[in-house]
């Protein structure tokens, strides 16, 4: 039986796209589809959208045309399915400070009047970065009751992905620094508050349940089975779905043998075992590996810390910039361990469990959905899912098996298979126009030509504009994170830095990436903070504190960007 609330959702999309295109007719013609549905590629496409939903598919020459149709032109493109991220969190930023169970840094920045108001603010933003990479599908499992305004927030914003949530997990354990008035994590003692737990997310029109099943120091596996025997059971009597988050083996079997219905994270102590590859298969699990987001902590605390290009340019900038600031925070402040990790930097092994157990799950035929777990520390909302990809792909995952997991089977954690997840006529239109090949390469997803999002078209540059500065703080982000071709591709081809006032340091693409080759080569520790900024139309004036360069005394500079159409055309650097 559908679920009132999701019944909600698709009633509002019909009425946005009555508002938004007045029944408008949008045809995209040409190109390949990529489709998820076990059919081959279908080429020189035509789709034909009426409203929000898809009304024909087929190609050119057998589709009608209606005269009266937008027409959109994706010849020499790739045609996919909105994507969906199986697992994010909103009430967490994806920056240094969002979760001090993690690393307490309130003394710098207040948890809950600074970090969550800031969330609560720029939700719009995050909204449009997800569209910006082709996400127009996610599911929020977990975090505090206001959970469900964002979920209101997003069907009543035209430029927002579908959302479907839950609500505060339910937990055997709860971290002392996340309890607020309305803590996202809450610790039930008994059946019995599970129960009432359940109850109340199900009044609120929750559209899953989730378990936080930790198995602190002292205790056994068996002793939070009843109070997760009681969460599903009453789960169960309200027709919802229950997710866990389980990542020992044994919880995660545990789990499975009472009832849940998906993993949402990979298992990370051992490798899977064939009774329990039959447990998931049997019951149909879904399987949420989230492989990047057991990679970002610990590369945010090495400050090597590996992203897409798409993470540079489609992130929040202020959130990534947050990631460098171990570097200049002071130094008791940085939990020694930390501090031991930034100054011997740890390597975060190649052939983890959890992308074997990926590879071993997904061969045996289990379903597995993408799911990044955006808002952790150094996991991004939005472009997330590209490095989630390259994961996926490390593990053993062929392009097209990593297309299935966002788009089929995310549909199936949304519960939304018969409106999402393939391009087909009766579906909704969410489509993303690609302008490379992803099965050539799953990292092309990030080559986004068209969003289409409840059958309405947008260029994605237009769902975040950049301002100058923007464009300044992003290439400032690169810098600090020394990731070359990111840094680079903030610059016009034939851009000039001088020292000021105009002796040239280097000139063109090939003389700026040696320059700066060398000195993020010679500089592991290499941080820039912006000390003060002045803008002035294209022109942005930054003052810089700059360590990790000879020695330990800082450096100060202050360098003029100008800027121009989203790129950097000219630099002059005043060094003291």
Known sequence: MKKPYRCLIVLTTVLFSIVISYAQTTVISGGVLINTDGNPPLENAVIVLEGYRIAAVGVNGEVAIPGDAEIIDATGGWIIPGLIDSHVHFFQSGGLYTRPDVIDLRKHVSYEKVELQWIKDNLSDTFRRYLRSGVTS????GGPMWNFEVRDKAVQTPEAPTVVVAGPLISTYQPAALTTDDPPIIEVQTGEEARRLVRKQAERGTDLIKIWYIVTRGRTVEDSLPIINATIDESRAHGLRVSVHATQLETARA????GADILVHSVTDTEVDDEFIQLLKENDV???????VFERYPAVFNQQIPMTRAEFHYAHPDVLSSLFDLRKLPEEDVPPAIRQRMQNPQPIPDDRVELRNLKLLHDAGVIIAAGTDAGNIGTVHGPAIFYEFELMSRSGLSPMDILKTATVNGAKVMGMENDLGTIEAGKIADIVILNSNPLDDIANTADIGYVVKNGVVYQP????????VDVVKKQVNAYNARDLDAFVSFYHPDAVVYRYPGEILASGEREIRERYRMRFDESPALHA???NRITLGKYVIDEERITGIDGDDPLYAVVIYEVSDGIILNSWIIIE
């Open 529 to 531: 903070e912006i000390v």
């Open 461 to 468: 540059e237009d769902l975040i504009p950049e301002s100058p």
């Open 286 to 292: 879904i399987y949420v590996p989230t492989l990047m």
């Open 138 to 141: 996610v599911v929020d499992f």
């Open 255 to 258: 789990a499975i043998k009472a």
